[in-house]
């Protein structure tokens, strides 16, 4: 029998399981993913970018975790001599009707702890990027680039090396909790622990109501969709370029992204995908979109943002809707410039009276620890998240 048992091999769950070992080395720990390795999913499928903590609501879970994680992240990158880029970013207003927005994100910043955020006027936006298009624009210098999944198996190494056990290809099945001892069944066999930590990500809903706890919310996921710039088009985007956020809608919108390891992304967009997994257009689960469409609450998020909701569909299957969109940040961009690139899926958890949740969500019981909401800017978060359960667990031990 294990002291804990973290469900999920994502970056929070990995963290989470380090930051336990980091304090408790003598902690029996397994960690159990449905995968075949590390990162495969929300993680291992995002632009890569390290958040500053400009955008959240100040004492929030977000703000907080963002905060401290940046810093937890970069002193773990510097120690273990993974490659990151405290390259900054810009955000731009495009017209005059964003500047007030823009403003209070600048107030945010600030209120979060945020140093030597500069003010760019026109001139000034084209001096950091000179192809963007802006009325005024915020130089965000924290912000920064990174691989995840090498921060991943940067973890998974330590957590080997440190005595944790980690089972791959492992889909947890069922959960019988009892006073003392849990038993997590999976397809390969059963395991027993004091303690169970879920960080499931797209099916952290899931295995919550495999609990006692079964929180009233579901995880909606949200297909984001990239394009890449050319080689030859990649001169356009010198490092990060951002718009003004919708302020009712908790996606970014789409942007442009240096990456770490070379090449440019220019998205994403926020359609529904129609399977918890489904990175294409073609990936359909009948049963999880009943669910989701059957959900009140995806009901009333529908009625609310449909005409949001079109627009970003239309832009999925139109290539030059798309390119639309990033031409308000930069005009010269052309279709001719894009090439089809990835995908991510974002867990997006949504309660019953159609709201999606903005904050971080950790929701525990005597046995079980449950990151039922924990969308971006969780992997910047991740050592600030782990940090925070673990000292909720070891709390209990």
């Given amino acids: ?35 075949s390795g ?66 209070t994100l600048h107030e945010r910043g600030e209120q979060n702890g945020l140093t030597n955020m500069l003010w760019l006027d026109q001139d000034q936006l084209k001096e950091y990027e000179p192809h963007v298009n802006g ?22 190494e330590k957590l080997l090396t440190a005595g944790a056990e980690i089972h791959y290809n492992h889909k947890v099945v069922k959960i019988n909790a ?22 499931a990500g797209l ?3 899931k295995v919550a109501k495999m609990t006692p706890l079964k929180p009233d919310l579901k995880i909606v996921p949200f297909r984001g969709e990239y394009y890449q710039l050319k ?25 442009f992204t240096r990456m770490i390891n070379g090449g440019v992304e220019a998205g994403p967009n926020a359609v529904l995908a129609f399977q918890r997994e489904g990175y294409k257009k073609s990936d359909v689960n009948l049963a999880e979109l009943a669910e989701t469409l059957a959900w009140p609450g995806f009901q009333k998020v529908a009625a609310k943002y449909w005409r949001t909701g079109f627009g970003e569909m239309y832009r999925s299957f139109s290539k ?28 997006q958890a949504c309660d019953r ?32 998240i782990g940090d925070e359960i673990s000292s909720r667990v070891l709390a209990r031990a």
């Fill in 1 to 35: 029998m294990k002291d804990v048992i973290v469900i999920g091999g994502g970056i929070v769950g990995l963290a989470s399981a380090w930051k336990i070992l980091e304090k408790a080395p003598n902690t029996s720990i397994a960690i159990l993913e449905k995968e």
């Fill in 38 to 103: 590390p990162a495969k999913h929300q993680t291992g499928n995002n632009s890569g970018v390290i958040h500053s903590g400009l955008y959240y609501k100040p004492g929030s879970l977000k703000a907080t975790n963002c905060i401290k994680g940046y810093h937890l992240l970069l002193d773990f990158c510097q120690k273990e001599e993974i490659k990151y880029d405290l390259c900054g970013k810009i955000v731009v207003a495009t017209d005059e009707a964003e500047v007030p927005y823009l403003t």
């Fill in 135 to 156: 009325v005024k624009g915020i130089y965000v210098p924290q912000t920064g680039i990174i691989d995840y999944t090498a921060v991943c198996k940067k973890l998974e």
């Fill in 178 to 199: 009892a006073r003392q001892v849990q038993t997590i069944v999976t397809d390969k066999g059963d395991f027993e622990g004091k303690l169970v930590v879920n960080c």
């Fill in 203 to 205: 099916y952290s809903d």
């Fill in 231 to 255: 080689k030859e088009s990649q001169h356009l985007v010198k490092n990060l370029i951002y718009p003004v956020p919708d302020p009712n809608f908790p996606f970014l919108g789409v942007h």
């Fill in 320 to 347: 030059a809707a798309f390119t639309k969109a990033l031409q308000k940040l930069i005009p010269e961009i052309q279709e001719s410039d894009l090439e089809v690139g990835g995908a991510g899926v974002r867990a």
């Fill in 353 to 384: 009276n159609g709201g999606l949740l903005d904050d971080f969500q950790i929701l525990e019981d005597e046995h079980f620890v449950n990151v039922c909401n924990a969308p971006s800017p969780a992997a910047t978060s991740s050592l600030a």
